[in-house]
């Protein structure tokens, strides 16, 4: 499946700058996820959305702030970030959160780098 | 709690040999999911496999294969004849099942297989 963009791929930005992530997924999912992987560690689910609501918020530091405006589009947001906020963020959707599991595919990624 | 735990952190192997990649997962729960990703050096994760835990039986697809084990709380995943585009961190992950399921996925840290030519 190649249906979930992301867009930027590669971010470098400073400690005070404001950047955001844009995610988009043509499968007409209606549940969407960012996810964070950083070297040497598990990938850590950040936040879910279902129907645009948000479902899940995994103890996400407020300096990430996420968006959903529809089932299509995810948004992270990001200021005063801290160097260690430094990994790859990855953005999956799946049909919906239900009681079954769904299979969650996966965008590319957007590799951030915080200096 | 749940947990998944690969203990394997690289693998290397030559071309065309079979190479297994295990997983272990801990759940309180009777009823979940398992899944393995792919993930090659470009980032994304491409999906492998979904299974349910009543569904015991191993699965073959091309050169891939599962093996689940409830009993022993393990979901393998062995790649016959290897080949260099094998070459990926690869991940299994554990999703719960019930009416609070936000879509969760616990992943394992990934092993790193590498095979060359």
């Known amino acids: 499946e190649t249906g979930v963009t992301q867009t930027p791929r590669h971010l470098v930005m400073g400690m005070t700058n404001k950047k955001s992530l844009k995610c988009e997924q043509h499968l007409g999912h209606n549940a969407m996820y960012w996810y964070k992987q950083s070297a040497k560690k598990p990938l850590e689910l950040m936040f879910v959305y279902n129907f645009k609501e948000q479902t899940e918020n995994n103890s996400v530091p407020s300096r990430f702030s996420p968006e959903c405006p529809n089932s299509s589009h995810l948004f992270l947001h990001l200021h005063t970030l801290q160097p260690e906020d430094s990994a790859l963020y990855l953005c999956?959707?799946?049909?919906?959160?239900?009681?079954?599991?769904?299979?969650?595919?996966f965008g590319p990624g957007t590799r951030l780098l915080v200096l | 709690a749940q947990k998944v735990t690969q203990a394997q952190t690289e693998i290397s192997v030559v071309e065309k040999e079979d190479v297994t990649l295990d997983c272990v997962y801990e759940t309180r729960d009777t009823t979940y999911y398992l899944f393995w990703y792919k993930q090659p050096p470009s980032g994304e994760l491409v999906f492998l496999i979904r299974r349910n835990s009543f569904d015991e039986q191993n699965e073959i697809s091309g050169r891939y294969s599962w093996n689940f084990q409830k009993s022993t709380s393990s979901f393998n995943f062995t790649i016959t004849a290897s080949q260099v585009v094998d070459s990926a961190v690869y991940f299994c992950?554990?999703?719960?099942?019930?009416?609070?399921?936000?879509?969760?996925?616990?992943f394992g840290q990934g092993t790193t297989l590498q095979v060359k030519p």
């Open positions: 992950a554990l999703s719960g099942y019930g009416s609070g399921n936000t879509g969760k996925l616990i």
């Open positions: 999956a959707s799946s049909f919906t959160t239900s009681i079954t599991a769904e299979t969650q595919y």
